[in-house]
């Protein structure tokens, strides 16, 4: 089955630093994937979608200049928060399709970000 | 863009009883529905999905039902179990055209709880 690979499971770092997370899709090409953020007891609010090749599209009230996000290959998508604070403490979890009509949506395992 | 609404968002059963997890939409153009289930920390787990040419689908101990004309749709389980015991989640997606293709939208989520 279709596997999507995210990286790194956990991380710390300082405010005001960049954090950058990688969503792979090991096994099919994907011109599209999306990031979601997950507070905690809350549910998976998508943040953008990121399109191969052209400019990700975000969703309302997300800041496009901290979210950075690249999607520079068919199978490669990163999203770095840059200058980070301790409300971007989440759980960002990135999701691929091959074909979402056919075969619906592969998750990444997430990523814990923490900022300290 | 399209609102999913998940009822309820706590259930707690006897190990054996049933549990039942509805939701609402509000784009009628949403035609593919997932249910997903989350423990603490991991990636959602596709458990069930039906798409809109059906009104039924069974796995199991696990049924889906969607009814178009109302906007809802919803997830039963039978012969709960403890391990049954998670966060499931609902959501929406649609394959027409437009900034909402492929988009996937949560439900609140409800938190289950198999007492043995």
């Known amino acids: 089955g279709a596997v999507v690979s995210q990286h790194p499971s956990r991380v710390i770092c300082k405010s005001g630093t960049s954090v950058k997370i990688e969503c792979r899709s090991l096994?099919?090409?994907?011109?599209?994937m999306f990031w979601y953020r997950q507070f905690p007891k809350q549910s998976l609010m998508l943040m953008a979608t990121?399109?191969?090749?052209?400019?990700?599209?975000?969703e309302q009230g997300v800041e496009k200049d901290k979210f950075l996000i690249n999607h520079a290959s068919l199978t490669l998508s990163t999203l770095t928060v840059t200058s980070a604070h301790p409300e971007d403490s989440s759980f960002y979890i990135c999701?691929?399709?091959?074909?979402?009509?056919?075969?619906?949506?592969?998750f990444g395992s997430g990523t814990r970000l923490t900022v300290v | 863009g399209e609102n999913v609404e998940q009822h309820p968002s706590t259930l707690s059963v006897q190990e054996g009883d049933s549990a039942v997890i509805k939701c609402t939409y509000s784009?009628?153009?949403?035609?593919?529905f997932p249910w997903y289930k989350q423990e603490l920390g991991k990636r959602p787990q596709l458990i069930i999905d039906?798409?809109?040419?059906?009104g039924e689908k069974k796995d199991q101990r696990i049924a889906v039902t969607l009814n178009k004309t109302a906007k809802h749709f919803s997830l039963h389980i039978t012969e709960t179990q403890p391990e049954d015991s998670a966060v499931y989640f609902c959501?929406?997606?649609?394959?027409?055209?437009?900034?909402?293709?492929?988009?996937?939208?949560f439900g609140q989520g409800t938190i289950l709880t198999v007492h043995p």
């Open positions: 999701s691929a399709s091959e074909d979402f009509t056919n075969y619906g949506y592969t």
């Open positions: 096994d099919f090409q994907a011109t599209t």
């Open positions: 990121s399109n191969e090749g052209s400019k990700a599209t975000y």
């Open positions: 784009d009628s153009a949403s035609n593919y």
């Open positions: 039906i798409r809109s040419n059906v």
């Open positions: 959501a929406a997606s649609s394959n027409a055209g437009g900034t909402s293709y492929g988009k996937l939208t």
